[in-house]
């Protein structure tokens, strides 16, 4: 089943074509196309996304990417698509603020035949909403024009589903997923595919958002997280700084992260840092956040009797975080099993939401599209 998959959530515009088979229980996943427009440098000037910039950028890249993924997947035939006027019409109606990809998108599809897929797939949320709302309405016309299955996808369901690439062991449940990105931190207990219950989440910033504040309070470049674990690895050993750890004996599952970057603040503030404090401070904080990542999750996973972690989100490219995971399990729980991702499908992409709307799709389990809308603020157990 081949699957085209847009992703649009936050700085990266993502196109993939997927073609998955098997069971849900054992499916595997042939990747076609995996591409990624990284927006990265625009954002990394004003250190951070800038929801504005992001959706620009999006309405720029999309049509050629798609264009480049259709040809790369093998997919793209020149030929002819009739797009009669009452779908053109439709298809203006649908893209009210990006007043030139109608025409763009028009001029591309009606020069190539109908691309052999069965189901296009995108994210609609959470995200940026003006970001989102670029991916959504390409797959709003795209299933006007070419008549195929339109399957919407939660970004952080994207993520529960990346470990699967190139994975041939079966998720039993009940599983836990441990989601940690630039926007989240959450602890989600899943007794079923698609069956979601948050049982702990942080208090304030997320994880891959503090990774973020404390690189640039330490100078560094956005996005934070790979500069700081790459940092940290030059801090010399026998070092003296000591930060919070935030929540780790509170009774319940959740997370806070805010005041942690708060302490790195005060410890820095006024200070002139050699290298060496700079990657000291990188290896405290990074130790920090692990130490408390791993209580809640090992703790939630003595307490509801998991049988599988699944990590998703691009803090897990955080080899600190990969390494204390893998050590707990074998030191404590040998008979759980971990679902970790791998790159490239760690970080925003769209082969994740492929995957997603594949287990969907197998399950008799997607969401209509019938009004579909980009939701900001969608939440793992709404979808
Ligand atoms: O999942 P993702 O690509 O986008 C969101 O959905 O947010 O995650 C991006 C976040 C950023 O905050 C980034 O700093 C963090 O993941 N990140 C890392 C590492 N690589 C990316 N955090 C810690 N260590 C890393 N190696
Ligand atoms: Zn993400």
Redesign the pocket.
């Known amino acids: 089943m081949k699957i085209l998959a847009i992703e649009t ?2 700085d990266e515009t993502a196109i993939s074509v997927v073609d998955g088979s098997g069971e849900i229980t054992n499916p595997s996943f042939s990747v076609l196309s995996h591409l990624i427009s990284s927006q990265v440098e625009l954002h990394a000037k004003w250190g951070g996304v800038v929801p504005a910039l992001a959706k620009r950028e999006h309405a720029k890249n999309i049509i050629p990417l798609l264009d480049q993924a259709l040809t790369e997947s093998g997919l793209k035939k020149e030929g002819q698509t009739n797009i009669t006027d009452k779908q053109k019409k439709e298809i203006a109606e649908i893209f009210t603020h990006e007043e030139n990809l109608p025409e763009e998108l028009v001029k591309f599809a009606e020069g190539i035949t109908i691309p052999d897929i069965d189901a296009i797939a995108v994210t609609y949320g959470p995200g940026l909403e003006p970001a989102l709302w670029v991916g959504v309405n390409l797959a709003k016309a795209l299933e006007i024009i070419w008549q195929k299955k339109l399957v919407p996808i939660n ?2 369901e ?2 529960i589903a990346s470990p699967l690439l190139g994975n041939d062991e079966r998720v039993e449940f009940p599983a836990l997923a441990l989601l940690v ?3 989240h931190t959450e602890l989600v207990l899943c007794e079923d595919w698609f069956d979601y219950k948050i049982i702990g989440q942080t208090r304030d910033d997320a994880v891959g958002e503090a990774f973020d504040k404390v690189a640039r309070i330490l100078d560094l470049p956005y996005p934070g997280g790979p500069q700081i674990s790459t940092l940290a690895l030059k801090a010399k050993p026998g070092g003296s700084i000591k930060l919070p750890r935030p929540m780790l004996h509170s009774d319940d599952y959740d997370f806070s992260f805010s005041g942690l970057k708060t302490a790195v603040l005060y410890a820095v503030r006024d200070k002139d840092l050699s290298e060496n404090d700079k990657a000291e401070m990188a290896r405290e904080f990074q130790e920090a956040v692990v130490e408390v990542l791993l209580k809640k999750t090992f703790k939630a996973i003595s307490n509801y009797d998991i049988k599988s972690l699944i990590i998703g ?2 803090v897990i490219a955080n080899e600190a975080l990969r390494a204390g995971i893998l050590k707990e399990r074998d030191s404590n729980f040998t008979q759980l099993k971990i679902f970790l991702p791998e790159s490239p499908v760690i ?2 992409n769209a082969t994740m939401i492929a995957i997603a709307a594949y287990l969907r799709l197998k399950a008799h389990q997607e969401k209509s599209s019938e009004n579909l809308r980009a939701i900001g603020n969608l939440r793992i157990d709404q979808v």
């Open positions: 959530s936050c970004h952080m994207g993520h990105s630039g926007g989100g691009g970080t925003d």
